[in-house]
């Protein structure tokens, strides 16, 4: 299988209008639905690095997919 990417929907905490995605690289040997369901863990560690942002939505793809 190919490398899958978790794509995050993160805003502001402060400015929930300020929105952007961040990638994150989730594994090379599950499928895309698998990558979604198995994405909150994931989602929670970054927001707990990351706490002036909030995940908002994610979704998972193939790097390069929207190329």
Known sequence: MNAID????????????????THLAYSDSVS????????PPYIAQWVGEHPKWTAVRWRCEFPHSRA
């Open 32 to 39: 895309l639905q698998q990558c979604v369901m198995g994405a």
């Open 6 to 21: 978790l794509v995050i929907t993160v805003c502001a905490v402060l400015s929930p209008a300020t929105c952007e995605e």
